[in-house]
């Protein structure tokens, strides 16, 4: 989920990742696949943090050498 400034009104853009380096563009809130659904306008997004499980397998995916 992105911020796009530019647009008037205001709205909200998203990609969907098939790997973390090639990204689909889903459209924005109510002209794509990204639909609301309990309000009016749209939101700003939250963050979730991986378990360092999910964490270590990233790191591993990525080939990258990293220390939890």
Do not use: C, Q, W
């Amino acid at each position: 989920m992105y911020d796009s400034y530019g647009v008037d009104p205001h709205n909200f853009g998203f990609s969907e990742p098939s790997d973390f380096i090639n990204f689909k563009n889903l459209g924005h809130f109510n002209e794509g696949l990204m639909k609301s659904t309990n309000f009016t306008s749209p939101k700003h997004g939250a963050i979730i943090h991986p378990t360092k499980e999910e964490a270590e397998r990233l790191v591993l995916h990525r080939g990258l050498k990293m220390k939890f």
